[in-house]
């Protein structure tokens, strides 16, 4: 390894927050049918990709040009945050297009503007000030929190748009999204399972995730505000990030609409799993190592190191029991990571140079030429010459006292219990200047955390390498013009690089051997196990019932397979059981009256044709259903439906056979079984003209042309997405109602019926729904009935309008059915329907 690349306690961290990040993004960057929104997502995992690789550079690198990495780390996190917020806006939709808009345009300026602020002070004064990055880590935090109020409104429009808040929170006219909040956070914990707050549900996950990654910020915020220490913001920091990048993968498989396998599901959650736990065990194995050596660590504590200079440039090192000299003197008030100029008693000989003026730093550096301001390890490498009392990540603003007292031959400096930054643990060191140009540097107590540089620096180092060691080398002489200092900064991370480099190399294989070993194994015991059960399904919804699945494990998949064995074995005895029994009731039936076994013939098809109407009084969410028919015979021709095909989406059918009889229920019963194979195998990417022609061309395969057909109408209802899609051929045409606009049309869809030519043209449209509105579906019975005067009812003026005004006057579907058959039976005067006649209403809650 490069002598100046160090594991250490911190690299675990980062290098295990770039990989776990690193491979999310692989993962979303492999989906195929990626959803446009989700783009916002992974180029956020592509930026918080380069946050944790920044860190893990500037953490490990130890060189000069380090901290640049630091100013990508924040600028990558700025521009991280505004990406996260413009994914939250499209999530679940973008309802919100004009603030979302404005809101890209601000956050991506402000990411502008302080991006260039932070490069120009990086620049500028080499390093950040506290206060700066305060500022910067606020306005991360108010991004997060906009994005975690965005999210939250997301989630109350269903309970907006219902009725279940009025009365109860006053109305403003505009949303009070609080008081809203409030109502439906205070339903939900009282255990309402109302369905307008599964998205309040789902949404709170992903609000809870956005806090969990703003957590960092406010640790951070309060790192540089001096609450808390380096090692509790880094070690918290770590694990809140990786907590918020496990909680977001296991989120998008349970809120994405994106498909994804169970393979590739368990593998993820299983890599991300082992990679989390193996950098909070590294982090913590680490940190034992980082206590190891603070307790180990020989240093000049109690000591006084002399440095006396000859007259050809060397300098003379050794040490005795401490020395302090009283610190009496004027007390020079330093702000965390300053310095301030002052001059010297005496002309200061410092190799080779005389200086009259001199630099005091906050962190226990004396500095000739230009102040050293930030406590970075990198400013020990600037040229300007030096003098490390104990440089380190000091702050005086928050307790003890950096004194200066100045006699002719002496300049004394002395820091008298100043705590380390963002921790209580005091330090007590002093320099004295002599005017011959000897050093001592005293130490009265100095704690053990976060070791830094002791030493003199020429300002000529190139090579970045300490030069000494106070605890085994003195005494010793220095050549002139050498550096003679101690780097406690690389020799800490030295002696945990080996450990560290150990995680490293456990993270790394134990990724590679899930990418390679987990695939196989998921493969071989879940996923081809499921194939084959899979297949054997598909075979039974064809109609193979002989289907018998290879049972290779004994296991939950093994016992699942072996159920779905016996249960199509007991279908299969049930439909032979069922075939006996009906070839035994045909074989008494011949021995009775031609007449009375034609009339029980009918009657058993007029029952068949009845079950496969859907069964009184069925009730779904979001829809009311209420479908009637009225045979002209024993045996019509019509025929309706309601299929569940996934979760919230539903086909509405209704269709009409040509003729009466038992020829016309046999056609009802060969399409009904059609359509519920193909439209609960019906996707995305089958359109609903398609599936219509496939019907079509199924019936005309059926029934060989044999001059019968079957007019349809299907209507695919997505309650999630509130739109519907209609199609009809052959039938007459819908009757739409619209509640909220008080609107009625008719919906004028042509089609020939199905079965009779081979290739058909049909169109489809498209409604988005509102609650309240109204379909009626009827079959040709209607409009062709005919009265006395041989006229029929689509003919009188008043059928449109009759529709219309019950519909518009009824509330009650049931009585809307009763109302339009009393219509048409009013208009008919007596004379029986000579067609089926079938009515189908849908109204959507």
């Not at 695939?519 to 075979?539: D, Q």
């Not at 052959?730 to 509640?739: A, H, I, L, S």
Request: glycine residues 6%; charged residues 20%.
């Amino acid at each position: 390894m490069h002598s100046d690349f160090f594991f250490n306690q911190f690299s675990i961290s980062s290098f295990s927050q770039f990989l776990l990040s690193f491979l999310i993004t692989l993962f979303f960057l492999i989906i195929k049918k990626q959803h446009p929104r989700g783009w916002f997502r992974t180029f956020f995992f592509i930026a918080i990709t380069g946050v944790f690789l920044s860190s893990f550079l500037s953490t490990s690198l130890f060189v000069w040009w380090s901290k640049y990495f630091i100013t990508s780390q924040y600028i990558l996190l700025m521009l991280s945050v505004s990406l996260i917020t413009q994914f939250v806006y499209r999530f679940p939709a973008n309802y919100f297009q004009s603030e979302s808009r404005f809101v890209s345009i601000l956050s991506f300026s402000i990411t502008f503007f302080v991006s260039s602020f932070l490069i120009y002070s990086i620049i500028k004064n080499q390093f950040y000030s506290p206060g700066e990055l305060q500022v910067v880590n606020a306005i991360l935090l108010c991004g997060f929190f906009w994005a975690m109020s965005v999210s939250t409104r997301y989630s109350l429009i269903p309970v907006l748009k219902s009725d279940s808040w009025k009365g109860k929170i006053p109305s403003t006219g505009s949303p009070d999204w609080v008081k809203l909040f409030l109502f439906a956070f205070w339903d939900v914990i009282r255990g309402s399972k109302s369905e307008i707050y599964r998205p309040f549900r789902e949404l709170s996950l992903l609000v809870f995730i956005l806090f969990v990654g703003s957590l960092p910020s406010v640790l951070n915020f309060l790192y540089h505000s001096s609450q808390i220490s380096q090692t509790t913001n880094l070690y918290l920091s770590n694990f809140f990030y990786l907590v918020f990048l496990f909680l977001f993968i296991l989120a998008y498989f349970k809120l994405s609409p994106e498909q994804s396998s169970i393979n590739r599901k368990i593998i993820t959650v299983s890599i991300l799993t082992i990679l989390v736990v193996l950098s909070i065990v590294g982090s913590a194995t680490m940190s034992t190592l980082t206590r190891q050596y603070d307790t180990t660590r020989k240093t000049p504590d109690f000591k006084t190191l002399h440095f006396s200079p000859a007259e050809d440039g060397r300098y003379y090192v050794w040490s005795e029991t401490a020395a302090w000299r009283n610190p009496n003197g004027r007390r020079l008030y330093l702000r965390d990571a300053n310095s301030v100029w002052m001059l010297l008693p005496f002309p200061f000989p410092f190799y080779g140079t005389e200086y009259r003026s001199i630099n005091v730093g906050s962190n226990g550096i004396l500095s000739f030429g230009s102040g050293i301001n930030s406590y970075h390890y990198t400013e020990f490498y600037r040229s300007n010459p030096k003098i490390a009392g104990l440089f380190k990540d000091l702050n005086p603003e928050k307790g003890g006292m950096v004194l200066v007292h100045e006699t002719d031959s002496t300049a004394t400096f002395s820091w008298v219990q100043v705590p380390d930054f963002g921790s209580n643990s005091k330090n007590t060191f002093q320099i004295v200047l002599h005017r011959d140009g000897s050093i001592d540097l005293t130490y009265y107590g100095i704690s053990k955390t976060f070791p830094g540089f002791i030493g003199l620096d020429a300002g000529t180092q190139t090579n970045q390498q300490e030069t000494i060691r106070f605890d085994k080398d003195l005494p010793v002489i220095v050549p002139a013009g050498e550096s003679a200092y101690e780097d406690y900064f690389r020799d800490q991370r030295a002696y945990i690089h080996e450990g560290a480099f150990v995680f490293i190399f456990m993270i790394l294989f134990s990724t590679a051997v899930a990418i390679i070993i987990f695939p196989y194994f998921f493969r071989l015991t879940v996923t081809n196990p499921l194939k084959t059960l899979l297949a054997g399904v598909r075979k039974v919804n064809e109609g193979d019932l002989t289907v018998q699945v290879i049972v290779k494990d004994d296991d939950e998949i093994g016992f699942l397979t072996r159920s779905f064995n016996q249960m199509i074995e007991s279908v299969r005895h049930a439909k032979e059981e069922e075939l006996l029994f009906i070839q035994k009731q045909k074989e008494e039936e011949l021995l009775q009256m031609e007449l009375q076994r034609q009339s029980k013939e009918l009657e058993f098809a007029r029952n068949l044709q009845m079950d496969m109407l859907p069964a009184a009084g069925l009730k779904i969410p979001g829809l009311e259903f209420v479908g009637k028919m009225r045979p002209a015979t024993e045996v019509g021709g019509d025929y309706y439906d309601l299929i569940h095909i996934a979760e919230r989406r539903y086909c509405v059918a209704i269709g009409d056979a040509t003729g009466h009889g038992v020829a016309a229920g046999l056609v009802v019963g060969m399409v009904k079984m059609a359509i519920i194979n193909t439209i609960r195998s019906y996707n995305i990417n089958l359109s609903l003209e398609q599936l219509m022609i496939n019907l079509n061309t199924a019936l005309m395969e059926s029934i060989h042309n044999r001059g019968i057909g079957m007019g349809l109408c299907l209507m695919i209802i997505d309650l999630d997405q509130m739109s519907a899609q209609i199609i009809s051929s052959g039938m007459p045409y819908p009757f739409f109602y619209r509640k909220s606009e008080d609107t009625f049309s008719i919906l004028e869809l042509t089609g020939p019926p199905l079965g009779m030519i081979a290739d058909i043209e049909l169109s489809s449209v498209n409604i988005r729904l509102n609650s309240g509105d109204v379909f009626l579906f009827i079959s040709d019975g209607f409009p062709e009935r005919l009265n006395p005067e041989d006229v029929l009812f689509f003919e009188d003026q008043a059928f449109n309008s009759s529709v219309e005004t019950i519909i518009k006057s009824e509330s009650d579907l049931t009585t809307i059915t009763s109302r339009l058959f009393e219509a048409c039976d009013l208009f008919a005067d007596g004379l029986e329907n000579d067609d089926d006649m079938t009515s189908l209403i849908v109204r959507v809650e």
